[in-house]
């Protein structure tokens, strides 16, 4: 392939939706200052001291009614959106990351870096800008490029909600299943 490449970076997911997966997932995601963005104390006291004691074991039967054969459907779904793109884009390495759980933006990089990519797009799957998901996943893919010292030539999508390129095929998916007199509000 060639030197171009794409991290493609969603949010996260339990690894397995086991309360003992859910707790380390909601332990890495939670902890994250942009996520909760209250002083570091209040933020440890919250988590470990309530959320995880009891949350977990709440809501990873709820895992468990949506998990798929192939595991998280975020996982699945993230996984076949980069197979799509990397069908259509012979000539880009194109790699898929969560910014809480696996595969982790680290192991995207490295993957990218040992194919030779030397330029590089950091995408976050989110159309808009929002601290806790574009922020962060853009900041820890940058740290864990320092962590490498891997410097690729890089270029980053913070937002495309307004992008022609991302509406009209939205459009183009929706307007079959709606009746003339339809209205559809977004918010």
């Known amino acids: 392939m060639g030197t171009k490449g794409v991290l493609l970076m969603n949010v996260g997911t339990p690894d397995e939706p086991t309360v003992g997966s859910v707790r380390t997932y909601l ?24 959320i995880l004691r009891t949350r977990p074991r709440k809501i990873a039967p709820l895992y468990q009614k949506i998990w798929m054969e192939e595991g998280s459907p975020l996982r699945v779904y993230s996984k076949r959106v980069a197979e799509n793109l990397q069908d259509l884009n012979q000539d880009i390495d194109i790699e898929f990351a969560m910014r809480y759980g696996n595969p982790s933006i680290r192991s995207g990089l490295e993957n990218l870096k040992a194919r030779g990519v030397t330029d590089l797009l950091l995408l976050p ?35 495309f909600e307004t992008a022609e390129e991302f509406i009209a095929p939205l459009t183009e998916s929706i307007r079959p299943h709606l009746s003339e007199d339809t209205h559809l509000l977004f918010s």
Do not use: C
Not at 29 to 41: E, K, R, W
């Open 125 to 159: 799957m989110f159309p808009h800008y929002a601290q806790a998901t574009t922020e962060s996943s853009l900041k820890h893919a940058h740290h864990q490029l320092s962590k490498m010292k891997w410097e690729p030539n890089l270029l980053e999508m913070s937002h």
């Open 27 to 50: 332990r890495e995601f939670l902890l994250d200052p942009d996520v909760i963005d209250i002083p570091a104390p209040l933020r440890h006291l919250l988590v470990r001291g309530i």
